[in-house]
């Protein structure tokens, strides 16, 4: 079936960086944009941007161009979110999710990864 | 930057009709697609391009949108539509949510 399988939890200091991975399964991994969104403690969602896994086009949020760098390894069908600089505000649980449409950067949210707790803390 | 605005929260009694609003600027002219998300849980779509309904998503779920308010309607509300709502669109290419709304069956 079609998933998005997230990397394990992660705790890291203050000033550090973090990778997560999201591997896809079910589906052709090249023809879906995948994006990534974050969700601080008892907050609501923040889109954080996106990548084309066929072109390795990326697009990011305002806030976050800069600190987030978006990549992807067609031949393991993985994208990975890598966040610098990281900061106690940057605690959150960070999902990855598959566009709905074929080849289309922004529409429906169809699949979700399981979602990756990154803690930040000294 | 685009903003998208919801109410905090919605409580509904079982079985009656809950309303759930966003709004934003000229967001009618714009899809509007919403999502469940449950205690623990990933976000689940509900609602996609303003007013369709994925498979395997109750009937009772509904969306709309004109002007500046896109709406969620869920009819005959059960205790498991207890959840937070997200409403999020597309501005050219970049993505915006609403900052949710926690509906309780009371």
């Known amino acids: 079936q079609v998933q998005l399988v997230q990397s394990g939890a992660e705790v890291k200091k203050p000033g550090a960086s973090v990778k997560v991975s999201c591997k896809a399964s079910g589906y052709t991994f090249t023809g879906y944009y995948l994006h990534w969104v974050r969700q601080a403690p008892g907050q609501g969602l923040e889109w954080m941007g996106c990548i084309n896994p066929n072109t390795g086009t990326t697009t990011y949020a305002q806030k976050f161009q800069g600190s987030v760098t978006l990549t992807s390894a067609t031949s393991i069908s993985t994208a990975y979110m890598e966040l610098s600089r990281l900061r106690s505000d940057d605690t959150a649980v960070y999902y990855c999710?598959?566009?709905?449409?074929?080849?289309?950067?922004?529409?429906?949210?169809?699949?979700w990864g399981q979602g990756t707790t990154v803690t930040v803390s000294s | 930057s685009y903003e998208l605005t919801q109410p905090p929260s919605v409580s509904v009694s079982p079985g009656q009709t809950a309303n759930v609003t966003c709004s934003g600027n000229k967001l009618g002219n714009k899809y509007t697609f919403w999502y469940q998300q449950r205690p623990g849980q990933s976000p689940m779509l509900v609602i996609y391009r303003d007013n369709k309904r994925p498979s395997g998503i109750p009937e009772r779920f509904a969306g709309s949108s004109s002007g500046n308010t896109a709406t969620l309607t869920i009819s005959g509300t059960q205790a498991m539509d207890e959840a937070d709502y997200y409403c999020q669109a597309w501005d050219r290419t970049l993505g915006f949510f609403g900052s949710g709304t926690q509906v309780t069956v009371l």
């Open positions: 999710a598959r566009v709905a449409v074929r080849g289309v950067i922004g529409d429906a949210f169809d699949i």
